[in-house]
């Protein structure tokens, strides 16, 4: 499977992005999309993932950006967005969609894991 994102860009702090990420196929073979993101001399970070190809996907987060940012899916279009508000300068990073599986308790991620990346988009959030 080959994903595609979008949407990145530099915006004043407490402004909005939208990205989006593009499957080449919704298949059996992982359940789910998720964002990480990395900032510079940081370790990759799990943000958002949800389930694809189902009905009603249940989005999880990482508490970091609960309440601010907003994962949904587009089965038809086998699309990812993230939709991203009250940016703050440590919202800067390079963030990357990738296939794999993800589960949480409630709204918050437990386990994420990339299997399939794509070659991400660069978010940078002005002070």
């Known amino acids: 499977v080959q994903l595609v994102e979008s949407g990145g860009g530099l915006v004043q702090a407490g402004g909005s992005l939208r990205l989006s990420c593009v499957a080449s196929e919704f298949t059996s073979g992982y359940g789910s999309i998720g964002w990480f993101r990395q900032a510079p001399g940081k370790e990759r970070e799990g943000i958002a993932c949800i389930a694809i190809g189902r009905g009603t996907p249940h989005p999880y987060y990482r508490e970091s950006v609960k309440g601010r940012f907003t994962i949904s899916v587009d089965n038809a279009k086998k699309t990812v967005f993230l939709e991203m508000n009250s940016l703050q300068p440590e919202d800067t990073a390079r963030y990357s969609c990738?296939?794999?599986?993800?589960?949480?308790?409630?709204?918050?991620?437990?386990?994420?894991?990339?299997?399939?990346w794509g070659q991400g988009t660069q978010v940078t959030v002005s002070s």
């Open positions: 990738a296939a794999g599986a993800c589960g949480g308790y409630l709204d918050q991620i437990v386990v994420i894991r990339g299997d399939y």
